[in-house]
Structure formats: structure tokens, C-alpha cells
């Protein structure tokens, strides 16, 4: 059965016929061609367009059709060019002529948009609900180490005490943005192409808005020729799944390094790492490195979308067949990496011990100006006190919190006395108290507004 071959004389080359195919892909769009064409059915009643006897048959013959499918009984025909015809194909078996009378009005072009809009729709649903349970293990995590100091780290380099509670939150507000983008793009996904034809807008009275509630979407495409060719929805879902991918990576990176034995302040469980096939001694952090691997991959499927998409001289082209692997493969991808995520973060072992053992009074140089500017001194000033202080230290090989008065006074008048309680992590972290800091107070209101964002879903 095909849609379109009436004015063909011969058959289409098998060869051209499988490159043509994609049924083998846009076959999990099922559901939505389903639901798609019972509301196009209806719609063609309220339009006058087929008697109410009518839409019942075909609704009723596509209520069949998706039992099948859902009860995994459908079988496909080597005719079966794509979800459409399969759709149609067996609802002309079920149903007889009338299935002739549903694509009344209706072209391959808005009804393969309509399923796909639909599926993009729920499927960012489906991703949100991952992310959220990768943001609920880091802030699990957060509660149950509130308190644990980390050497915060910027050129990988020591650079300012943190609590590792603050480090965590930090992934998980990362992640929070990519939820509420995916909400954004869902609200420009809802828009109902159906109704556009081929291109020009259908030539039967059919109430599109009412088709646009009962289909699920918020609006209406406004052009006909814009509703069949754009694929915005497409490239922005795989655009918000590279920058999650980008994310999911950074925070996998740190992990991977933090889990080494030259860092060792964590340890992944042993069910989220695996060994290698000649070192007995060797555990790897696999899942991690895949999650760092795979943002590669949907940084390209987001690239190659955009290739094809920018050059696309009118309404449909045949070169859209190819929006829906990327996505597909895109949403598979985050559908796999999560939960595994979320699991190695929730089944981690954290080492306070080796963290602590990690800082050092060097880390409080910052302070140390700080402090100077409380006696009154410039703070351009105060950042060359301390700078040299630092190197005096190391010139000296002790600590810097241990330098003898004499060479505190050597470096500047405003020591009249040690710098004293300036070397002190617990004050350090206190003193950084305002929104967003890392001092206990300010990391606790971050929890409780973590908590409340995740009480919304």
C-alpha cells in the first residue's frame, strides 16, 4: 500500500524504496499517529467533512490498531514505508473503505510534524523527570555531609575552602536551568501544525483550535508554510540535551578526578565501577567516563541537525526524514545516563578526612587581605602584603599560617600582632555569608530552596 503512487507507472527500485524507508525508525511514533488521526477524524465530522457513523468507525478501527501495537501484536508489511502508511495499511484492513475517507484534507507533511511535535513534547516530560532524580541524590548527598570542608579548586588548582555541600549544589542548580529549559521548549513544541496540508493550509473548515485541544497543544501554527517545515522544536530539544550532556559531564569529570587515589576524597561503589580485564587492582569509574563520552556525541547529533536543517529551500523536503534519529537517539541516551548518574552520586562513599588533610593555610590568602582591609589598608595594598606573604612562607618552608611575627611585621606596619583567627577554615567559610556563599547559613537557605524546587516537580 502506498500514499502517494497513482500517477507512477512503474514501482519504485527496491533499492531506492529501503533508502526512501523510515519506518524503521519513525515506527515508535505510533502512538501519536494514532491519536493524531482519531482527532483528524472528528475534526472532518465537526467540519461536515464525514457523518459522526463515520469517524466512529475509524476511531474505533484506531482503538484496535493501538491495542495492537500496545499489546506488541502489530505486524508490520514489507509495503510499510513509514508509521503512517502502517497506520493506514491496517486500518483499511480493519475498517474497510471508510479508512479511505481519514486522510481527507490531511497530508504526510502536518500529520508527520503533529506526531512528532507530540512525541518531543513527552519525551522532554520524561527527561525532566530524569534530571530531577540525579538533582534529588546530589541533594541527599548535600544533607547528609552538610558540614564536610572541600579545597574549592579553580585552574584545578587549590584555591579557597568550600563545604562539599556547596560543590554539590553548584551541579545541581546547573541542572535545574536545563529543567526549566526543557519547560520553555515544551511551550514552543505546542504548537499544532495539523491543518497545514502539504503547504498551503487545508481546503476543508476544520476548526484547528478545537484539533489543538484535543490533541494536547497550547496554540495553532499561524502559516502553513512554516508549520511543515519547521523543525525549531527538533534542534532545540537536542541543544538543551547537549548542554545538559555538558553538564552531566563536568560533574562526572570531578567525580572521575575526586575518585582517584591522588585525590581520594571519594570512592564510587563498587555495583556503578567495574576493573579491568589485566589489573586486578583496578577500579575504574566507567559509568563516569561514559557520561564525559556521551556529551560528545550529543554535542554532534545537535551539529548535525543544524547542518542539514540551514540549507532547506522550501516548505517540506524529503531531508527532514532525517530530524528524527538525532532526537530519538538524543533522548535514548539521557534515558540511559541518568538514572545510572544518580545512582553512582547517591551510592558514593565521601572522604571528609582526606578533604580536610587537603587544605591548607595558603587556601586563606584572600582572607589574610581581607583582613588587612579591616585595619584600614587598600586592598590593591593589601593583595601584594599578602602575595609576598605567601612567597616568604614557602621561601621560609613552613606554613603560612606559621611565619613568626617578626616576618609578618617585615611585611607591613598593619601587623602589629599575628594575623590570628584569619587562619581559621570554620571563620573563613562563615565569613562568606552572603546569598549564594559557602558559609553554613547561606548553604542551608540554598537547601531548603532546593527542597522547595523539587517539591514542585
Known amino acids: 500500500m502506498k500514499l502517494w503512487g497513482s500517477r507512477f507507472s512503474t514501482a519504485l527500485d527496491p533499492l531506492a524504496a529501503k533508502f526512501n524507508n523510515s519506518i524503521d525508525f519513525d515506527r515508535r511514533l505510533w502512538d501519536q499517529d494514532i491519536r493524531g488521526s482519531a482527532a483528524w477524524a ?214 572521575i578526578l575526586y575518585s582517584s587515589l591522588e585525590f581520594g576524597f571519594l570512592e564510587l561503589a563498587d555495583s556503578f565501577a567495574t576493573g579491568s580485564s589485566l589489573m586486578p587492582q583496578k577500579k575504574n569509574p566507567d559509568v563516569l567516563e561514559l557520561t564525559r563520552g556521551k556529551a560528545g556525541t550529543l554535542i554532534g547529533l545537535l551539529t548535525g541537525l543544524l547542518a542539514t536543517l540551514k540549507g532547506l529551500p522550501s516548505a517540506y523536503d524529503k531531508d527532514l526524514q532525517e530530524d528524527k534519529p538525532p532526537v530519538f537517539a538524543a533522548f535514548d541516551t539521557l534515558e540511559a545516563m541518568l538514572p545510572v548518574l544518580a545512582g553512582a552520586i547517591a551510592t558514593m562513599t565521601v572522604k571528609p578526612d582526606r578533604m580536610k588533610a587537603a587544605l591548607d593555610a595558603g587556601m586563606l590568602a584572600t582572607d589574610l587581605a581581607d583582613g588587612l582591609v579591616g585595619r584600614g589598608v587598600p586592598f590593591r595594598e593589601a593583595h601584594g602584603i599578602a602575595g609576598r606573604a605567601v612567597r616568604r612562607a614557602i621561601e621560609v618552608g613552613v606554613p603560612l599560617d606559621e611565619l613568626p611575627l617578626a616576618e609578618w611585621q617585615s611585611l607591613s606596619p598593619a601587623f602589629d600582632e599575628s594575623p590570628g583567627d584569619v587562619f581559621d577554615f570554620d571563620k573563613a567559610l562563615a565569613r562568606r555569608n552572603a546569598i549564594g556563599g559557602t558559609a553554613p547559613e547561606a548553604v542551608k537557605a540554598q537547601l531548603a530552596e532546593a527542597r522547595r524546587v523539587l517539591g514542585g516537580g
Not at 552538610?146 to 546547573?174: D, E, K, N
Not at 517545515?229 to 540535551?241: G, T, V
Open 42 to 255: 472528528r475534526g472532518l465530522t465537526r467540519a461536515g467533512v464525514i457523518t459522526s457513523g463515520e469517524a466512529d468507525e475509524l476511531c474505533r478501527g484506531l482503538q484496535r490498531v493501538w491495542a495492537e501495537f500496545n499489546g506488541g501484536t502489530f505486524k508490520f508489511v514489507p509495503g510499510d514505508e513509514d508509521i503512517h502508511t502502517a497506520v493506514e495499511r491496517r486500518l483499511s484492513e480493519i475498517a474497510g473503505p471508510v479508512a479511505g475517507k481519514l486522510h481527507t484534507g490531511r497530508s504526510r507533511n502536518d500529520q508527520v510534524a503533529t506526531d512528532f511535535r507530540l512525541w518531543v513534547m513527552e519525551a522532554i516530560d520524561g527527561a525532566r523527570g530524569r534530571i530531577r532524580g540525579v538533582q534529588a541524590a546530589l541533594l541527599a548527598q548535600a544533607e547528609a555531609l552538610f558540614g564536610v570542608m572541600l579545597p574549592g579548586y579553580t585552574h584545578l588548582q587549590r584555591a579557597q575552602p568550600i563545604l562539599f555541600s556547596h560543590w554539590l549544589m553548584s551541579h545541581f542548580w546547573a541542572l535545574e536551568r536545563d529543567r526549566e529549559r526543557l519547560v520553555q521548549s515544551r511551550q514552543r513544541a505546542s504548537t499544532l501544525p495539523l491543518g497545514s496540508g502539504a503547504l498551503a493550509g487545508t481546503a476543508f473548515p476544520i476548526d484547528r483550535e478545537r484539533l489543538a485541544r484535543d490533541l494536547g497543544f497550547a496554540g495553532v501554527s499561524p502559516n502553513s508554510l512554516d508549520a511543515v517545515s519547521d523543525r525549531d522544536f527538533a534542534a532545540e530539544f537536542l541543544f538543551d540535551a547537549a548542554l545538559l550532556a555538558s553538564h552531566l559531564s563536568r560533574l562526572a569529570e570531578s567525580l
